[in-house]
Every structure is written in structure tokens, then in C-alpha cells.
């Protein structure tokens, strides 16, 4: 791709999967308070249908979450979080075996469910911090993990957000995570930076234009910028008007060498992917 991107291998499911260019993770949101796509895919057939264009447009993983963490969102029960996770985890599955499912979770029981009914990595907005149990259930698993780094929890992270200098404390933030993940025995560690989570918007641009710094952890890094406050409220619009400017941010993280954007829009992003790779 350029001199940022480094390929990786991950160990998914016992097989060897190599990042040797971006790759597509498609969100699905089956929560009705999603701040984008809340109560379009909370049934089986309307998720299946969706999971169907994603994976027709060339998304590369499906992230299933069952609780909205957006800012200011309200925590469902955990038996409704299983539910709703599960029983459409089981049927894509069955329906398309060939697609990576990840569960967007940080509740370790949710996560077990879910890697029970076919979910083969875990992506956690804690980084194991919201639940005691994750982290040793992760180790126990050996499936990829997606470590993100948040200040606050979803009623407080956007009230006065303060860091002495934001790179600098989330790359410090990432290289204790870290530690503490391989020496429990997690290997296969995906670090996300955590737009939007804790961050104002001027912190949010300021991780993306040093984004590259993030290779020094010698991790694959996720980048989730689809539709967030980030873009729209730069640009004065809504989540419903801001898929250029996701296109825009999610084509300057590529210049420096992300390795998988986790998108609503799975076309767009993969075209994105296909012109940055132009320039090789």
C-alpha cells in the first residue's frame, strides 16, 4: 500500500489470516438506539439481508453489536444483549459459513455466547477494563482481540474530555494494554484508538493526522470513523449526510497504513481502499 502499512497475520478460528491489505469490517448494529442505524437490522431476515450486501460489496468481517455505546446511550440488561447478539450470530453463520463474525461487546458473557454461536473475534470498547472476567475468557478463546481506548463510559466521555497531549496518553494507554494483554496470553491484539470515545473534536483529528505513530506498537489498527460526531459535526450535517466526509477521514488513515476500517458503508470504503492502493 505505502511505507506506513505493515502486514500482519492473525489466528482466527485455528486458521492463518494475513493482512496484507486493508481490509473491511461492516457494522451491524442490532440495537435500536444505534445513533445511525438503531432498529433497521433487529431482526433476523432484515440482519441476513444486510449482512448479504455487505459481504456482496466485499466486507471482509462483520462486526455484530447489541448494546449502542454512542454518547449518552443507556446500558441494556445483559440477557437482552445475549438475545439479540446470538441468535443472529447463530444465523448468519448458518446462512453465509464463509464470514468472519466479530462481537462487538464488553460483557464477558456476551462475548462467550457469541463465540459460541460462531463468533471468531471479540472486539471489546473497554479493552477488558468493564468487565473482570473478559480478558481471561479472551486468553482462554486465543481468538483476535480488538483492545479500544476510551476516557469515561457513555454517559460521561464527552463532557470535558482532557489529555495532556492525546497521542502521547493513548499511545502510553497502548503500550500498558498491551503488556498486560500478552502477559496473559493474548497474542492476537488489534488496537483501535477510540474516535469519538472521550475525545473532543479536536483530539479526534489530531489522532488521525499522527494515526502512523500507532505502528510502533507493532499491532493491526482498526480505525472506526464511519458517520460519527467527528465528521458531521465538522461538516455541519447529520450521520445521514456524511458519508463523504467518512470517505474522506477513512482515506487519510489509509495513507498511513490502517489496516481495517470498520464502516457502515462497505462499497464505499473498499473503493476507497482500491484507489489509495493506486499509488504503490
Known amino acids: 500500500m505505502d511505507i506506513n502499512f505493515k502486514p500482519y497475520s492473525l489466528n482466527i478460528n485455528k486458521n492463518l489470516y494475513t493482512i496484507h491489505e486493508p481490509k473491511v469490517m461492516g457494522i451491524l448494529n442490532v440495537t435500536v438506539d444505534s445513533f445511525y442505524d438503531g432498529g433497521q437490522y433487529g431482526t433476523i431476515d432484515s440482519a441476513l439481508l444486510q449482512v448479504e450486501k455487505m459481504l456482496n460489496d466485499g466486507a471482509h468481517f462483520i462486526d455484530v453489536g447489541g448494546q449502542s455505546t454512542r454518547p449518552g446511550a443507556d446500558e441494556i440488561a445483559e440477557a437482552l444483549e445475549i438475545k439479540n447478539t446470538s441468535e443472529i450470530i447463530q444465523a448468519i453463520n448458518k446462512r453465509f459459513p464463509e464470514a468472519i463474525i466479530s462481537i462487538d461487546t464488553y460483557r464477558q458473557a456476551v462475548a462467550k455466547m457469541a463465540v459460541e454461536s460462531g463468533a471468531t473475534i471479540i472486539n471489546d470498547i ?24 476510551k476516557q469515561g463510559n457513555s454517559k460521561t466521555m464527552q463532557i470535558n474530555p482532557q489529555y495532556e497531549d492525546v497521542c502521547t496518553d493513548v499511545m502510553a494507554y497502548f503500550v500498558k494494554k498491551k503488556h498486560q494483554l500478552t502477559s496473559l496470553g493474548i497474542k492476537d491484539i488489534i488496537v483501535d484508538v477510540g474516535f469519538g470515545f472521550g475525545k473532543t473534536l479536536e483530539h479526534n483529528y489530531e489522532l488521525l493526522k ?18 460519527k460526531g467527528m465528521i458531521w459535526k465538522a461538516l455541519g450535517t447529520s450521520p445521514e449526510k456524511a458519508l463523504t466526509g467518512t470517505i474522506a477521514a477513512n482515506t487519510i488513515a489509509l495513507l498511513q497504513g490502517a489496516h481495517i476500517l470498520r464502516v457502515h458503508d462497505v462499497k464505499e470504503a473498499k473503493d476507497a481502499i482500491k484507489i489509495v492502493g493506486m499509488l504503490k
Open 126 to 149: 473497554s479493552a477488558g477494563e468493564n468487565d473482570v472476567k473478559m480478558l481471561p475468557y479472551v486468553a482462554e478463546t486465543k481468538l483476535p482481540f480488538i483492545a479500544m481506548h
Open 210 to 227: 499522527q494515526l502512523s505513530i500507532f505502528h510502533a506498537l507493532n499491532s493491526p489498527i482498526l480505525v472506526g470513523v464511519s458517520r
